[in-house]
């Protein structure tokens, strides 16, 4: 059975910090770019960051860089999203995508909610 399964989303400050992990299971991450979106409620899903499969290349949208970090753990078969100085309005649910030219596969999503 091929499948993504996200964790480590919570609730936190403003200011604060979490990791998201990715985790794969039936195939390998480490041949698939990988991203991580993110849907708050009424707003459309969007992109949050992304990691080659190549070359380990990045990309960050405006709103998170210098905030968030993504990483990836071959041997873990995991992605991971460093999330620091959270802010409310990062509340969300995160979910992350593993795709290539031939297959995609999301996760079910994990719940992040920024608050006092």
């Known amino acids: 059975q091929v499948y993504l399964v996200e964790s480590g989303g919570g609730l936190v400050q403003p200011g604060g910090s979490l990791r998201l992990s990715c985790a794969a299971s039936g195939f390998t991450l480490d041949n698939y770019a990988i991203g991580w979106f993110r849907q708050a409620p009424g707003k459309e899903r969007e992109g949050v960051s992304c990691?080659?499969?190549?070359?380990?290349?990045?990309y960050y949208a405006d709103s998170v860089k210098g905030r968030f970090t993504i990483s990836r753990d071959n041997a873990k078969n995991t992605v991971y999203l460093q999330m620091n100085s959270l802010k409310p309005e990062d509340t969300a649910v995160y979910y992350c995508?593993?795709?290539?030219?031939?297959?995609?596969?999301w996760g079910q999503g994990t719940q992040v909610t920024v608050s006092l």
């Open positions: 995508h593993a795709g290539d030219s031939v297959a995609e596969y």
């Open positions: 990691i080659s499969s190549s070359d380990g290349n990045t």
